[in-house]
């Protein structure tokens, strides 16, 4: 069964003055179907830690395990296909490329290998239509509202079937009614997949439909 372990993972960030030392020893698991927010207040860390987990960038110390494999050990080619197929992002701003259509954006991260095979075009049309959006295929990213960019971008997030959903602060750019259709979205999604999704936020009612808490201060969690 898929695992995610994060054991006393370290970042800190050279200065002109001392390191700056934004994560001291931080750890924590996950498995199939769970899910865990992440609190904590602007600047202290979260992004970060969501981006070592999600292997876009480097712990100064500390391992990181998904599905028994440490990407830190892959060579470039190696972790961008790990990445590409076991882990999905959500980010506060949707990342949708302007000039591609909803379907086009979702088929996005299946294309790493070439033209989308059938079944991906069929799995992105199955999640567009999950997410409310069937009718809306064809339409940019500019004629959508932010909630249906959002929901476009949890399509996109789940079309290669990852073990890990990450998201950060992905009702941070919503409304409040518009914040909380996307949170029960993606938490329907995510048991629907079972996959393990891991969010960082500032928003406690989104944290508060998520089976874990945990708060992330002075670079520990707590
Ligand atoms: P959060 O997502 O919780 O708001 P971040 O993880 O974005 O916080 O940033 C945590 C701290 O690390 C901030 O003080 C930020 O200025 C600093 N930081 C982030 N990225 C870098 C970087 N590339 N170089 C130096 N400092 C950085
Ligand atoms: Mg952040």
């Known amino acids: ?23 001291r020893g931080v750890s924590l698991r996950l498995a199939a179907g769970e899910n865990m927010a992440i609190l904590g207040p602007s600047g202290c860390g979260k992004s970060t830690l969501l981006h070592i987990i999600g292997t876009l960038d480097t712990p100064t110390s500390g391992r990181v395990s998904l599905d028994g494999a440490d990407p830190f050990t892959f060579d470039e080619p190696r972790l961008a296909a790990f990445r590409n197929h076991k882990i999905g992002f959500i980010f ?31 799995r992105a049309r199955v999640l567009l239509n999950r997410v409310g959006l069937a009718h809306r295929l064809e339409h940019l990213p500019a004629e959508l509202s932010g909630g249906e960019r959002q929901r476009t971008a949890i399509a996109r997030a789940l079309v290669n079937r990852p073990e890990l959903l990450l998201a950060d602060e992905p009702t941070g750019n919503l409304d409040r009614h518009t914040a909380a259709t996307v949170s029960r979205l993606l938490l329907e999604l995510q048991a629907q997949e079972q996959t393990m999704l891991l969010v960082v936020t500032h928003s406690l009612e989104l944290a508060g439909m998520l089976q874990r808490r945990l708060e992330l201060n002075d670079g520990q969690l707590a």
């Open 1 to 23: 069964m898929a695992e995610l372990i994060v054991q006393e993972v370290a970042k800190s960030y050279p200065t002109r003055a001392e390191p700056l030392s934004v994560l």
């Open 92 to 122: 506060q701003d949707h990342h949708l490329l302007a000039q591609c259509s909803v379907l086009e954006n979702v088929l996005l991260p299946t294309l790493a290998d070439g033209a989308p095979p059938d079944a991906a075009v069929e």
